[in-house]
């Protein structure tokens, strides 16, 4: 059960990061993640203002496809006593759960990276230091955004109580895919229009 749980949920919410991503690329016009990240100098230029229905859509399905609370419906501890990990014991559980713990920080630093300016931080070219400095300033500020992302999941973990199984299911293919759809249909328009008039 948890198997097949695991399953469809990646399948669902896969569609909807997917789609969210499309509608930013649509905006950077590029698919190269260091182009991405380097179009974001400055803190006006990040994508979270841009997409900001795209980041909540990313941000959603990246705790699906973390399998955090409130989407562990594979592993439920009330329904089927841990799932597909009650095969496991030991080392092979821990590599399991460690997996888990660096698809989080995977994710975490894909959402700094795609949609707050990654190593970028505001008033980055005014300081006047030399290149090394600010790549080592830009390094922490960007582990920085990530244990922020880390810390997010972990304070959601522990407020927010888990779906049933068919909520689940709802929410990825009734509202996700739809507002991702929508999404890519809005920044389509808005870019058409800005090519047209406004460049």
Known sequence: MGAIRAAS????YEIAMGLSLIAL???TRTLTLEEIVAQQS?????????????????????????NRVPFDLPECETELVGGYHTEYSSMKLGLYM????????VSSALMASLYFGGYNFPFMNDLGLSANWITIIGVIVFFIKILLFIFFFMWVRWTLPRFRYDQLMNLGWKMLIPLAIANIVLTGVFTLIKDTYFS
Request: glycine letters at 4%; hydrophobic letters at 60%.
């Open 98 to 105: 460690f997996s888990e713990y660096i698809n989080m920080f």
């Open 42 to 66: 400055g803190f006006v230029n990040w994508n979270i203002w841009a997409q900001p229905l795209g980041f909540i859509i990313f941000m959603v399905c990246a705790f699906a496809e973390c």
């Open 9 to 12: 949920q990646s399948i669902s």
């Open 25 to 27: 690329l649509m905006v």
